[in-house]
């Protein structure tokens, strides 16, 4: 049996009290957290924007031959970007600069997340670590990993006797 976290009808949003909600869902994040990171799994990364900073979306994708990775990490180089690979573990990290002061200025309104970002994905099959690759347009991030032989589907023949 799988478990399925309840989501809230779309009307929800137009509630006055949605501002309240936001905030318990931010201390339930706190406390699952603190509790994830208890096991010390690589997969106990923040999900709290409010007091860990940023994440990027992912989608993670399979067809019959390859995983992949797509990551929206807008307005970064290259340079600032880290993908690494370790025991089926996908390790995305990086860090925005923060945006340009103007002077004379006031921030008005600022919702831009900046700094450093760390997302670990795990990966359902091994994977050929030295065919990786990785591309980055337009401010998405896709890193393509084939799938090792013994990961891939295969076809079984049936003999008739």
């Known amino acids: 049996m799988n478990l399925a976290k309840w989501q809230r009808p779309a ?5 006055p009290v949605r501002h309240v909600a936001n905030l318990r869902d931010e201390v339930d994040n706190l406390f699952n957290l603190a509790f994830a990171r208890l096991g010390n799994t690589p ?3 923040p999900r709290s924007q409010f007091l860990e900073g940023w994440y990027p979306a992912v989608d993670v994708t399979e067809d019959k031959d390859t995983l992949s990775v797509r990551a929206e990490i807008p307005g970064m180089k290259k340079e600032d970007i880290e993908i690494s690979l370790h025991e089926g573990f996908l390790t995305l990290s990086g860090e925005r600069k923060g945006g340009e002061k103007l ?3 006031e921030t ?3 919702e831009r997340w900046f700094g450093r970002f760390h997302r ?23 890193v393509t990993l084939p799938k ?6 295969k076809q079984i023949p049936i003999t008739v006797k």
């Open 148 to 153: 090792a032989e013994e990961a891939k589907p």
């Open 108 to 110: 008005y309104r600022s």
């Open 43 to 45: 997969e106990a990364e």
């Open 120 to 142: 670990t994905i795990s990966l359902p099959y091994a994977v050929v670590a030295d065919q990786i690759k990785a591309t980055y347009t337009d401010g998405v991030l896709t």
């Open 103 to 105: 002077e004379g200025s």
């Open 11 to 15: 009307f929800w949003a137009l509630s």
